[in-house]
T-cell receptor, first 117, second 111 residues
Framework: DQQVKQNSPSLSVQEGRISILNCDYT??????FLWYKKYPAEGPTFLIS?????DKNEDGRFTVFLNKSAKHLSLHIVPSQPGDSAVYFC????????????????FGQGTILTVHP | DSGVTQTPKHLITATGQRVTLRCSPR?????VYWYQQSLDQGLQFLIH???????AKGNILERFSAQQFPDLHSELNLSSLELGDSALYFC??????????FGEGSWLTVV
């Protein structure tokens, strides 16, 4: 049972345009969501996060939107740059006993973003 | 550079052997997490330590164990290795909830 799903295995975008990466989740206990960028054989690089008490969080070119009722989140990258080409993972966490295991993340399968010059 | 250091970066070993992967968390981070990334399973949570104590377990095999030392570095021990244990093993650390940073990973190949 995949609790976090990224249904688009790949996305191709022209440089300067908007990239929209989508993620759906099924576990209503998730209350914190993160996006990571990853290159092959490297560690995931943290990009941006959002708590379930918010519906939007912005950091430079990156904006994450959360729709709790739809159990859906998206990452917008504007403007897209060729250096953004990588695999993007969304991840989610739920509260735990004692409130300290928030790093127990459930990851989606990733979306390969290619930004063409 | 995330500030999370993992060694070794690459390791090749034979089936049945035991290996130890090491992780130094970011300065000030009390939590260390271990993840496994294999081709067919994606990124899977293994175990979490907070200030030396085990806090949560994921899909970690009984042949695997971990510990976190007083200086907060952590080790993941993998024993009786099988071909299917070949994967990238990531360590992550955090201090507060919105800053969970991953290391570069240790690539384990079991032959």
């Amino acid at each position: 049972d995949q609790q976090v799903k990224q249904n688009s295995p790949s996305l191709s975008v022209q440089e300067g345009r908007i990239s929209i990466l989508n993620c759906d989740y099924t576990n209503s206990m998730f209350d914190y969501f993160l996006w990571y960028k990853k290159y092959p054989a490297e560690g995931p690089t943290f990009l941006i996060s959002i708590s379930s008490i918010k519906d939007k969080n912005e950091d430079g070119r990156f904006t994450v939107f959360l729709n709790k009722s739809a159990k859906h989140l998206s990452l917008h990258i504007v403007p897209s740059q060729p250096g953004d080409s990588a695999v993007y993972f969304c991840a989610a966490s739920a509260p735990s006993a004692g409130g300290t295991s928030y790093g127990k993340l459930t990851f989606g399968q990733g979306t390969i973003l290619t930004v063409h010059p | 550079d995330s500030g999370v250091t993992q060694t070794p970066k690459h390791l090749i070993t034979a089936t049945g052997q035991r290996v130890t992967l090491r992780c130094s968390p970011r300065s000030g981070d009390l939590s260390v997490y271990w993840y496994q990334q294999s081709l067919d399973q994606g990124l899977q949570f293994l175990i979490h330590y907070y200030n030396g104590e085990e806090r949560a377990k994921g899909n970690i095999l009984e042949r695997f164990s971990a510990q976190q030392f007083p200086d907060l570095h952590s080790e993941l021990n993998l024993s009786s290795l099988e071909l299917g244990d070949s994967a990238l093993y990531f360590c992550a650390s955090s201090h507060i909830r919105n800053t969970i940073y991953f290391g570069e990973g240790s690539w384990l190949t079991v032959v």
